[in-house]
């Protein structure tokens, strides 16, 4: 395995690769955007990760970008020239976040589904199965 030196990155990126996103193409939205990243030798600034689900399904195929906090969605293989630039110039890439880190938790962009709630008990029900 490797042991990235991330000393000088100052961005994270998730990939959502969980099954709804994957039959969106989310395997190829995530090497689209290492290609672009190692393209331009961006790979010490910019770091990303494949997840499994990130529970954000209706807006497949979906991103999380750290430190900002922003969730993006509907990202397509076509997005990753623009993705990488608003990265590098430290923007949103415009029309594509779902939600925003406030500092105080999250907001929802218009026209984002709010989603389910979550109930506790059953999520520990179905974790003691695990």
């Known amino acids: 395995?490797?042991?990235?030196?991330l000393s000088q990155t100052k961005h994270h990126v998730l990939f959502c690769n969980g099954s709804s996103c994957n039959k969106w193409g989310a395997e190829d939205v995530t090497q689209a955007f290492r290609?672009?990243?190692?393209?331009?030798n961006l790979d010490d600034l910019i770091h990303t990760t494949r997840t499994r689900c990130n529970g954000r399904c209706d807006d497949r195929c979906v991103a999380v970008v750290y430190p900002s906090g922003n969730w993006y969605k509907g990202l397509v293989s076509e997005d990753a020239s623009t993705f990488v630039n608003s990265l590098v110039l430290?923007?949103?890439?415009?029309?594509?976040?779902?939600?925003?880190?406030?500092?105080?938790?999250?907001?929802?962009?218009?026209?984002?589904?709010?989603?389910?709630?979550?109930?506790?008990?059953?999520?520990?029900k179905v974790s003691k199965q695990y």
């Open 90 to 124: 430290n923007r949103d890439l415009t029309g594509k976040v779902s939600h925003t880190y406030t500092g105080d938790g999250f907001t929802r962009e218009e026209g984002i589904s709010k989603g389910i709630s979550k109930d506790l008990e059953k999520v520990k």
């Open 35 to 40: 290609h672009e990243i190692s393209k331009r």
């Open 1 to 5: 395995m490797a042991t990235w030196d």
